[in-house]
């Protein structure tokens, strides 16, 4: 059999057993360079708290917490946003102000909080996930929480006692970690963690040191006693207030420019060059308090047992920080937890069209493995047959020229993910033929969809998650995707998830699209069932997560994007048909022995042949 090979299936690989275990083994020995061994069998669910579940009604924000990430004032009037609303349609106190639909999207809160994701852990086994990605819960007056108040305690929101709690941080020195306390926010995310963790659910934080707030305790100071501030040397301060006068002449750097965001001092700087590494690092007192913060998340009682803490970090636009630093911080967390995973956010070199090298992350001083973008964006041209659209033969050449250059470890922990914050929900990706990512909400492209996906994307978005379930690296869900919801790029990707027992008002489409429509958003049980299936799948065989892969030629050239997992005898075969036009694959002497394990779509296997329906395919073994 003839075939296109990825040279890292040549690797040696020790391989116990041959049935992957439900639950991912809690502790494990990993060498410095490499990465935890759980993470190779990770299938990621990523949780963004606010929009997630309303567990407790009691602990709604309020604006008196929410104000200091905007410039503009909240209305008077503002209210909590009912979990059921019409997305695009403006609650009574948005339309009573002058401000823009977005402003006030942004402003709007449903009430999600960690109350709510105790209560539908039961749903994340059902689902058969194993790994948690948290978008940041730390403290913060945003709804995304990137705009860090305090990093050593999680959103007082988000916990049962707002109030309490705020009382509570008021009475520590942030500076001093021996003064840090529990509020009841902290203690209820750990009891999240231990329920997780009982379940054989790792957890995974956001964390984003490359800037805070402007609510952040160290700024709040620097703001209040400027150049004799103790916080000064944490920022980039090109002027301070000239108290004489009655304007405000405090200028730092802010991340992209955005005040409301300013960036942590970097030093020992390399030239930066936009979309590549750098050399550097952080000041020595941000990044002590950086290691504290980590220290409490990795081992919340400091007792040296950290089984009761985090399990890794996701760290935010991680090519903004210097490689100096992120080797420091490498050897501070694997101090703590020999198995800690961290996956770092290396996007964009050239937005549109050329994504950042992630080789200088992983190397095995820096990261683990990086949000890999890069798996999505060219399978998303093969499937969709989009404005950048690859044909199967260009696919696997770009596909086996990517994943060559990663260790074997490294491959398998990628984070493979097709949606995210920050991205189109995939069903809205597969609704629409535009560059990955470009112009992909209504006030960039009136004419992008943003409604209920057709047949056809539902097809094409069932064959590129069965790829994406039986590729290597680790599988990820963006929540409410495996429930069929749909949305267009930040901040509609974002709306509160349509839980089965929720009756929700129908949508009508965005006021700045050029079409109309009115539809009901509901829990899709088919599409819930078909990721439940796919996740089953992927836990059926060690192969699909511990498996070698080599394109097969033969039936690339027939038009099946094809594969085999496999370790040593035991193997699967995988083939998939990318178009909308039937295809028909001879299969060699070896493969026509071989029995259907999973299959998606109507096919028929007949002696030599198999004929595949448009957007179909089929999972093959031996027995």
């Not at 020195?173 to 231990?194: I, N, R």
């Not at 070199?349 to 994504?355: A, R």
Request: negative net charge; charged residues 25%.
């Amino acid at each position: 059999m003839m075939k296109l090979y990825i040279p890292f299936c040549l690797l040696g690989m020790v391989l116990l057993g041959c049935k992957q275990k439900d639950k991912i083994n809690t502790m494990e020995n990993t060498a410095f360079e490499d990465s935890p061994k759980w993470a190779e069998s990770a299938i990621w669910y990523q949780i963004f708290v606010e929009r997630f579940h309303n567990g407790n009604l009691s602990n709604d924000p309020t604006p008196e917490f929410m104000q200091a990430t905007f410039d503009d004032t909240i209305p008077a009037n503002w209210k909590i946003s009912p979990w059921t609303s019409n997305w695009y349609a403006r609650q009574d106190w948005e339309q009573a102000s002058d401000l823009q639909f977005y402003t006030t999207v942004q402003m709007r809160r449903y009430g999600g909080d960690l109350q709510g994701v105790m209560d539908k852990i039961p749903y994340l086994v059902d689902l058969g996930i194993n790994a948690v990605y948290f978008n940041p819960i730390n403290d913060a007056p945003s709804l995304h929480k990137y705009d860090v108040r305090h990093y050593h305690h999680v959103d007082i929101n988000f916990g049962n006692d707002p109030e309490g709690d705020w009382k509570l941080i008021q009475g520590e020195d942030a500076s001093k970690p021996e003064t840090w306390v529990m509020t009841s926010a902290d203690k209820l995310f750990f009891e999240v963690v231990k329920k997780m963790h009982e379940n054989g659910i790792k957890v995974v934080l956001d964390f984003s040191f490359n800037h805070t707030g402007r609510a952040f305790w160290a700024f709040q100071d620097l703001i209040k006693r400027q150049a004799q501030s103790p916080y000064k040397d944490w920022y980039e301060i090109k002027s301070f207030d000239d108290p004489n006068t009655s304007s405000d002449e405090l200028q730092y750097e802010g991340w992209f420019g955005i005040k409301h965001l300013p960036e942590l001092k970097k030093i020992r700087l390399s030239q930066k060059v936009e979309g590549q590494s750098f050399e550097g690092n952080i000041v020595d007192p941000v990044k002590a308090h950086i290691f504290a913060v980590c220290k409490k998340y990795m081992d919340p009682n400091g007792d040296g047992n950290v089984e009761d803490g985090i399990d890794g970090m996701r760290l935010d636009v991680a090519e903004h920080v210097p490689m100096g630093f992120w080797r420091d911080f490498r050897k501070y967390v694997r101090s703590v937890n020999p198995s800690f995973y961290t996956v770092g956010e290396c996007w964009w070199k050239q937005f549109p069209d050329h994504l950042m090298d992630p080789l200088p992350w992983v190397q095995g001083d820096v990261f683990d493995a990086v949000m890999h973008y890069h798996w999505y964006k060219p399978a998303r041209s093969l499937f969709r047959k989009s404005d950048d659209s690859l044909s199967l033969p260009d696919y696997c050449e770009q596909t086996v020229a990517l994943w060559k250059n990663y260790k074997v470890n490294t491959a398998r922990s990628m984070m493979n993910l097709n949606a995210s914050h920050d991205s189109p929900r995939f069903w809205t990706s597969m609704s629409n033929t535009n560059k990955y990512k470009f112009q992909a909400k209504n006030t960039d492209y009136a004419g992008y969809y943003t409604g209920l996906p057709d047949e056809d994307a539902i097809a094409r978005g069932k064959a590129l998650l069965l790829h994406q379930f039986t590729f290597i690296g680790s599988p990820h869900v963006w929540n409410g995707d495996e429930m069929g919801m749909w949305g267009s790029d930040d901040p509609d990707n974002r709306k509160p998830l349509w839980w089965p027992e929720m009756d929700m008002m129908e949508e009508t489409n965005s006021p700045y699209a050029s079409y109309t429509y009115l539809q009901k958003p509901q829990f899709d049980k088919g599409l819930h069932q078909y990721y439940k299936d796919l996740i089953a799948l992927r836990k059926s065989n060690m192969v699909l997560s511990q498996g070698a892969i080599d394109f097969v030629a033969d039936y690339v050239s027939q038009g099946a994007l094809a594969y085999v997992r496999n370790v040593e005898a035991n193997d699967m075969l995988i083939l998939i048909n990318p178009s909308s036009e039937k295809i028909s694959v001879n299969l060699n002497e070896v493969d026509r022995q071989r029995k259907i394990h999973f299959e998606l779509g109507q096919n028929t296997l007949e002696g030599e042949t198999i004929e595949l329906q448009p957007f179909s395919g089929v999972v093959m073994t031996k027995d």
